[in-house]
């Protein structure tokens, strides 16, 4: 359980060879503390087939340990089959960091599995992260610190999210709707000033949304709701020609000003 360093110019695939005794059932890829790491100058990485393709050739992801996704390429690193923890009884924190501009994508489940194996999902990157599909069900939340959080799917009709089960902690960078209008359900903290929207579609946010005591600052790049209770703070809005609609009877004492925007 080590690390897997990504150095080729050109596109990498990894793949599973399919074999006729265990058509449909998953390879797992175990990554240690390490992490994964795609180095300047790599092309796209795509670690298995995407879903309804070829499902001799599923790989999933397991994290044995606390582990770091570092994208320090322009280029795109693609996961898609489940990513999950290995971890009996503790909680593995997933960082995806980086300098490039490139991102890290997942298209099928972030899960926990049986036995107190619990997913923490960590944003700290230069690039963007996309979670484009919305069955996730990692219980350990999601923080932003910096970068681009693409939501690439709304909540399905369960209550699963792109986001998990859990809490999602904005202390900076973007949170924004991947593909088409996009809505989560998740409860918000605030702990710092950041910006909603940017790639051309609005958001909804049906959670709570506690702004941490102090007056926070969003930023709009396309139009947005929050429609959850927002409390304990004010808000200063940066709307430009976008729109910010509070959809729920708020009760936070802070000011409201709007800079730009309605």
Known sequence: YRSLT?????????????????????????V??????VDAGAGDVTIGMPEGDNVGQRISVAAAAN???????SSDLTINRDFDSRQIGKTTVVTIDGSGSGGVIFNDHLLDQSSGRVLELVVNTEGFVRLGHPAGTYTGGTTLDKGT?????????????????????????????????RTATNNITVGDNFTLGGLGHALTLNGTMNLGGVNREITLGD?????GLVYNGGLTINGGSSTLTLGWANVFTGETLMNSGS
């Open 223 to 227: 139009s947005a709701a929050i429609n």
């Open 67 to 73: 582990l770091s996704i570092k994208n320090n390429s």
């Open 6 to 30: 990504f150095r080729k110019p050109g596109p990498t695939q990894i793949n599973r060879t399919e074999d006729p005794d265990t058509t449909g059932a998953n390879t797992l890829l175990y």
């Open 149 to 181: 959080l693409q939501l690439g799917a709304s909540t399905d009709s369960s209550g699963r999210s792109a986001l998990g089960r859990g809490l999602l902690a904005i202390n900076g960078g973007t949170l924004a709707a991947y593909g088409a209008a």
């Open 32 to 37: 240690g503390a390490g992490g994964i790491t």
